[in-house]
């Protein structure tokens, strides 16, 4: 399982939505966490829907599993909560979430999302990882055993049917790959295209083809 022991540091957040998007998100979160001693090694999105009856639709909540617990916990925390425009927490019972911060969340329904993407990071239920161990080094293409080696990812798995370990996965030049969280795994989502290369289920540019040209 990719997520860590209980002794991990994990931060929940609710993203505005113009921080919604992967490369403004990670931009916000790096530059909150620039100096704090800390980075965030899994960043992952959660849908957070409304219970039956709410007019409250579907918002983001956004889990971050930290490298350490940051020098100044409350004031790296604040300076998140003003990256991502919305309320930060930390996972209940760890060190920086004390008796009022618990009751706060709880009758603050603005955090509900922060809170879901906790519960559903730490027990690999569901989610979507938009940063991993490992994502940074992978661009191109790349063996499903060398992916599962290198990164975060603990399976690849076909839509269409079983892949082998040296079945080759194009990442793209970007090594865009958003594995989701499912029964304890972060598992990436493939299917077969020309060449019997694979390409991932969530693609970077779903509206370009015809080798990228629309």
């Not at 921080?19 to 916000?28: G, I, N, P, T």
């Not at 829907?49 to 709410?54: E, I, L, Y």
């Not at 989610?127 to 690849?156: C, H, K, Q």
Request: charged share 20%.
């Amino acid at each position: 399982m990719t997520a860590s022991p209980a002794t991990a540091t994990w931060w929940g957040g609710v993203p505005a939505a113009d921080v919604v998007a992967d490369a403004h998100l990670l931009a916000a979160v790096d530059e909150a966490l620039a100096g704090s001693g800390a980075g965030a090694e899994l960043v992952c999105t959660h849908e957070d829907r409304p219970a039956p009856g709410s007019r409250t639709g579907v918002r983001i909540g956004v889990a971050l599993r930290l490298t350490g617990e940051p020098a100044d916990p409350a004031a790296t925390r604040s300076a998140l909560a003003r990256a991502l425009s919305g309320p930060v927490l930390a996972q209940a019972g760890s060190a920086d979430d004390s008796a009022d911060d618990q009751a706060d969340h709880q009758a603050d329904d603005a955090s509900a999302p922060a809170r879901t993407a906790l519960a559903e990071a730490g027990s690999g239920s569901a989610g979507r990882a938009v940063r991993f161990p490992g994502s940074a080094g992978v661009t191109g293409r790349v063996t499903v055993a060398d992916l599962v080696a290198r990164t975060g990812i603990d399976e690849v798995r076909g839509l269409y049917g079983p892949v082998a370990d040296g079945d080759v996965v194009e990442t793209g030049p970007n090594g865009f790959l958003r594995p989701i969280w499912h029964g304890g795994q972060l598992v990436l989502l493939v299917e077969p295209t020309a060449g019997g290369v694979l390409k991932p289920f969530e693609i970077e540019s779903p509206h370009q083809c015809c080798g990228g040209e629309h």
